[in-house]
């Protein structure tokens, strides 16, 4: 039994399931990619292969990319070659992955991924007294099989991103009319959407970022099933969902994402406060505002920060948990780090955000209430903060919000903006009568102790 397992999971000619593919072959003057629009690494890699005697294409979101006249982000490579046949033939490459064997093929500073044909599953009920390809819920646990092209095709997930563009040829190979997808504007899943949504519930998030990147309408059969689904969400494994969260809110798009998955259901799970968040007058104004600069930000290629993000989204849970332990006759600074730990402890196990950010948030959180105290020092001490660009800006969205005083917004501009003695001016006066505090003289260090500066990070940018 084992060894029939094992030939049938790493065999290349697995037999196909029934066919829902019929190839089409699109030539250049249709379709317009040209081959020298291809990323260099992957063309060269491509080319090699085909010259050994291999089929290789280049798939996926690149050739859905160049079509819709957007820059691909990454160029992956499908071909007929085993892992170990890639690996043979590219001296600076890597064999990895456990669901699914892939090979890093390197060009200098470049990698580009090269995956074989995938086909389709094992036989369920044959198989499972080996170990079982799906959990309770539809799942896949197992997917380690390889096929040939049309089978690679129909095991995607959306049919815009089932083409493959021969560089040789300059040709699309298209098998399930992604191609007149791409023209009319429609995102439609591959398959049964419930079976497909089962197998990987991610798909439903996917679906949403994709049309709402590419400015796509989900197919109705596509769309139908998804707030049925949406519970699935909660069986994927949290660094699973960071890691498609992320991807949505740096899509360049995420206020429309955010605003798709309340409007189908798939905001449970993913970011169980964003209920609490966009139902708070106050709060869907923050976060509407913040995404909305976010996008902008990203279109104009400037860098964002995901801890910036993640302060953003679970802030006003931050302040209710805040504002109840003041109530509750807590002294506010402890309150607001109490409030912090709780929260952030929440999401390690609900959203997994990496505890490397954890840094950035707390700190962009503990300083709000710095920027109020504008007297003595405090200001000037603030500014030298290594957080502080991140935390300026955290509070300019809340005075923007109307969380926080327009005033206040304002007179930090001011602040930045002039120069020391200009600075001075703008502090308090000191009370009438009220003598000023006198520093206690400090010994001067000696020689070969002395105090050095604190040292400083470039500040968090947005």
């Known amino acids: 039994m084992?060894?029939?397992?094992?030939?049938?999971?790493?065999?290349?000619?697995?037999?196909?399931?029934?066919?829902?593919?019929?190839?089409?072959?699109?030539?250049?003057?249709?379709?317009?990619?040209?081959?020298?629009?291809?990323?260099?690494c992957a063309l060269k890699i491509a080319t090699s292969?085909?010259?050994?005697?291999?089929s290789a294409y280049?798939?996926?979101?690149?050739?859905?990319?160049?079509?819709?006249?957007?820059?691909?982000?990454?160029?992956?490579?499908?071909?007929?070659?085993?892992?170990?046949?890639?690996?043979?033939?590219?001296?600076?490459?890597?064999?990895?992955?456990?669901?699914?064997?892939?090979?890093?093929?390197?060009?200098?500073?470049?990698?580009?991924?090269?995956?074989?044909?995938?086909?389709?599953?094992p036989d369920h009920e044959e198989d499972s007294a080996v170990t079982p390809l799906t959990d309770a819920h539809g799942r896949l646990l197992h997917d380690n099989v390889f096929g040939s092209q049309e089978e690679d095709a129909v095991r995607r997930d959306f049919t815009v991103n089932a083409l493959f563009y021969d560089p040789v040829k300059e040709e699309i190979l298209d098998y399930l009319n992604g191609f007149d997808d791409i023209k009319t504007k429609k995102l439609r899943i591959i398959g049964d959407p419930v079976q497909r949504y089962r197998e990987d519930p991610v798909r439903m998030l996917r679906a949403v970022r994709l049309a709402s990147k590419l400015g796509m309408q989900i197919d109705a059969q596509t769309a139908q099933p998804i707030g049925d689904l949406a519970p699935l969400l909660q069986n994927v494994p949290p660094s699973r969902l960071f890691d498609e969260m992320l991807k949505l809110l740096l899509s360049g798009h995420s206020l429309s994402c955010v605003v798709e998955l309340r409007a189908r259901g798939l905001h449970h799970g993913l970011l169980p406060m964003l209920d609490v968040i966009l139902e708070q007058p106050l709060g869907e104004r923050f976060i509407t505002i913040a995404l909305k600069n976010t996008d902008e930000r990203i279109k104009q290629n400037?860098?964002?920060?995901?801890?910036?993000?993640?302060?953003?989204?679970?802030?006003?849970?931050?302040?209710?948990?805040?504002?109840?332990?003041q109530a509750s006759g807590e002294k506010p600074m402890p309150a607001l780090f109490k409030a912090m730990d709780q929260?952030?402890?929440?999401?390690?196990g609900k959203l997994a955000i990496p505890r490397r950010f954890d840094a950035?948030?707390?700190?962009?959180?503990?300083?709000?209430?710095?920027?109020?105290?504008?007297?003595?020092?405090?200001?000037?001490?603030?500014?030298?903060?290594?957080?502080?660009?991140?935390?300026?800006?955290?509070?300019?969205?809340?005075?923007?919000?109307g969380e926080l005083s327009a005033e206040l917004g304002e007179w930090w501009k001011a602040f930045l903006s002039a120069d020391s003695e200009e600075r001075e001016k703008m502090l308090p006066k000191q009370t009438a009568g009220k003598k000023p505090r006198r520093r206690r003289s400090r010994k001067k260090p000696s020689s070969g102790s002395a105090v050095q500066p604190e040292k400083s990070n470039n500040p968090e940018s947005l």
């Open 2 to 40: 084992i060894r029939k397992f094992l030939r049938k999971v790493f065999s290349r000619n697995s037999p196909a399931s029934e066919s829902i593919a019929t190839l089409s072959v699109i030539p250049n003057k249709r379709h317009g990619i040209r081959r020298n629009q291809i990323n260099p």
């Open 49 to 54: 292969l085909q010259q050994a005697g291999f």
């Open 58 to 121: 280049i798939v996926g979101g690149a050739v859905r990319d160049l079509l819709l006249g957007l820059t691909p982000k990454d160029f992956d490579v499908a071909t007929n070659a085993t892992p170990e046949e890639i690996h043979k033939l590219f001296r600076r490459s890597r064999i990895i992955g456990r669901r699914f064997r892939l090979v890093h093929v390197m060009c200098g500073a470049e990698t580009v991924e090269v995956s074989t044909f995938r086909g389709p599953s």
């Open 302 to 325: 400037k860098p964002v920060s995901p801890g910036f993000l993640f302060a953003i989204l679970l802030w006003h849970e931050v302040l209710s948990n805040w504002s109840a332990l």
């Open 343 to 348: 929260v952030l402890s929440l999401q390690h």
């Open 360 to 401: 950035v948030i707390q700190e962009i959180w503990a300083m709000q209430p710095r920027f109020e105290a504008r007297s003595g020092q405090k200001p000037f001490r603030l500014l030298s903060h290594p957080r502080f660009r991140a935390a300026y800006d955290f509070m300019q969205l809340r005075c923007e919000s």
